[in-house]
């Protein structure tokens, strides 16, 4: 089985930062892309930040020059790094990532997902 488990979410003030982790555990050969995305209370799910196992990164405008994701693939775990925060930026966040995994001798590629953790900015 595959797990990704999130944490560092919480309540935090306007201009303040969070860190948000996801790390991946059980039987893991390789994980491809990792993508955070969030959820806020009557909206679509939206994508906040993509990063590919070679660093690439891609961002929403919205978050552009706040956000930072990055990842450690020794330890199989993303970041985000959430500076400058919004009211706006209040959501469920919510890690996935692309991941192999050898069953048998077939190798199965499949989307995973955290369960989320709620960020809320707020005076």
């Known amino acids: 089985q595959v797990q990704l488990v999130e944490s560092g979410g919480g309540l935090v003030q306007p201009g303040g930062s969070l860190r948000l982790s996801c790390a991946a555990s059980?039987?893991?050969?390789?994980?491809?892309?990792m993508a955070w995305y969030r959820r806020a209370p009557g909206k679509q799910r939206e994508l906040v930040a993509a990063?590919?196992?070679?660093?690439?990164?891609d961002y929403a405008d919205s978050v552009k020059g706040r956000f930072t994701i990055s990842r450690d693939n020794a330890k199989n775990t993303m970041y985000l790094q959430m500076n400058s925060l919004k009211p706006e930026d209040t959501a469920v966040y919510y890690c996935?990532?692309?991941?192999?995994?050898?069953?048998?001798?077939?190798?199965?590629?499949?989307?995973?997902w955290g369960q989320g953790t709620q960020v809320t900015v707020s005076s």
């Open positions: 996935s990532a692309d991941i192999e995994k050898l069953v048998g001798l077939r190798m199965v590629r499949d989307d995973y």
């Open positions: 059980g039987s893991i050969f390789n994980i491809k892309a």
């Open positions: 990063i590919t196992s070679g660093g690439s990164t």
